[in-house]
């Protein structure tokens, strides 16, 4: 059994103020694996007070100097990426081949910052003026289960090269991959208070974080919801937000894809994480004649190629929901699907069949496919957040748009078509804050958001950057 005792304030583990144990699960398996010590809100202020000790003199160091930084700090999580993986897998039940890619991922954020950083220029004109990039100040990092360890890496290593010092509040369902990143973080030997991990509940922890007059900035990825509850806490001080929130990410079939790659790309949209991804593809818009055609090679491929199971197992690709919370509501989202007359082409309610032994009560969805779906449905409109995705027909591609922006979201597109220009057109008239035309690929250079209901701000590449910074002009004398 784990047993999480301590929090990372001030440069050095201790034991939190606050005194509520929390139940570590393994997902695939539904059963405790350990607990962890909970922070309370005193703790979060001792965590701010030295991030704002901290604050000035790190404010004040060369880029050189944070380059430095963030090389150890990269080195040190590089170098547990095999415990890291095992952690994802424990607690989160990611299947080994998306684990051990979270589980690099946690370091490739920290090198992409790197390279943002190296090109920066803190230093800018404007017409007479110059303008000089300022760290914002303390800055509160409050994260999600379903890419943790890759959260508060990129999200720490985006405010430590703006200059900021940081309070992180991960998700207190992930505390075995917080633990290894504070260990590697302490052992990167970061000037004390630079940093501050401190793990409580949401509403606890996240809530101080977000109201406290001496944090300066909050970034924050998780639901539209707890984002608002931010968004509205930080209104008093004026706090500056980024938020990474939900989505409903339409994937657009045109009429001269081809249909067998279309359906391939679908899936792995669809399903990339388990379906708990705020990016998953999961409103697949398909011209009307070519419904039919599109669902047998769609159902085919989630046959073929996207077993729901034991995580250890290299041949699944579709892992447990997080929690039981989480697997009853899919399950909920399931049976509104069927109430509200969409018809089921593959998975269903309940668990797959096969489990058997260490996981059979694991939480585990089938992958679930509706078609005939109406872009009014619940399914159609509520982020799920599980592997359950919804064909939905269209006449033209002008609907098809209609369809893809009658959404209270905007996170990402994507766009299938023999036809680049074609499919470009289309990207261009998509309200989210990312297009993938036929391709699944990530770009870390490129800014990430949403519009509308997915989001505030911007992470990844100078925009990420940016956002732990405000411009002063200084008009009147050039420094030399
Ligand atoms: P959540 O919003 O419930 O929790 C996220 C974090 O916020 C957790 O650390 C939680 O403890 C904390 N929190 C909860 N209440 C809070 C409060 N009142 N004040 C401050 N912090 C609070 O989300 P989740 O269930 O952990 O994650 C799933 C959601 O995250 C989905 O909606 C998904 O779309 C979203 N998500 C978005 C992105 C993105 O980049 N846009 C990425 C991953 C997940």
Known sequence: MHEIAQIYVDGQFVTPHGEEWFDLYNPAKAKVIGRVRLADAEDAAHAIAAAKRAFASYSQTSKAARLALLQRMHAAIAAREDALMAAIIEEYGAPISRARWMAKHAANVIQEVMTVLAGYDFAQRAGTADVVMQPLGVAGLITPWNSNAGFICG?????????????????????????????????????????????????VVGAAISLHPDVAKVSFTGSTTVGK??????????????????????????????????????????????????????????????????????????????????????????????????????????????????????????????????????????????????????????EIFGPVLSLIPYGDEEEAIAIANDTRYGLQAYVLSADPLRARA?????????????????????????????????????????????????LGVHRA
Not at 161 to 187: F, W, Y
Not at 277 to 297: K, Y
Not at 367 to 373: E, I, Y
Request: charged fraction near 20%; aromatic fraction near 4%; charge should be negative.
């Open 229 to 382: 509850a931010i968004l509205r806490a930080g209104a008093e001080t004026l706090k500056r937000v980024t938020l990474e929130l939900g989505g409903k990410s339409p994937v657009l079939v045109l009429d001269d894809a081809d249909l067998a790659q279309a359906a391939s790309l679908a899936a792995q949209a669809g399903f990339m994480n388990s379906g708990q991804a705020c990016i998953a593809g999961t409103r697949i818009l398909v011209p009307r004649p070519l419904l039919a055609d599109f669902e047998a090679l769609l159902a085919a491929e989630v046959m073929a190629r996207y077993p729901a199971g034991d995580p250890q197992d290299p041949a699944t690709a579709v892992g447990p929901m997080v929690s039981r919370k989480q697997w009853e509501r899919v399950q909920h989202y399931i049976r509104v699907g069927l109430e509200e007359g969409a018809r089921l082409l593959v998975g269903g309610t309940g668990r797959p069949a096969g489990l058997a032994g260490a996981v059979a009560d694991g939480w585990f969805v089938q992958p679930t496919v509706f078609s005939d779906v109406h872009n009014q449905m619940t399914i159609a409109r509520d």
């Open 426 to 474: 289309v990207a261009d008239r998509i309200d989210v804050g990312r297009v993938l035309i036929n391709t699944v690929t990530h770009e870390p250079a490129a800014p990430f958001g949403g519009f509308k209901q997915s989001g505030i701000g911007r992470e990844y590449g100078r925009a990420g950057l940016e956002a732990y910074m405000e411009p002063r002009a200084i």
């Open 155 to 203: 999200k720490l290593a985006a405010a430590l090269a703006a200059g900021c010092t940081a309070v992180v509040k991960p998700s207190e369902m992930s505390a075995l991959q917080t633990r290894i990143v504070a260990e590697a973080l302490h052992e990167a030997d970061l000037p004390a208070g630079v940093v501050n991990i401190v793990t409580g509940r949401g509403e």
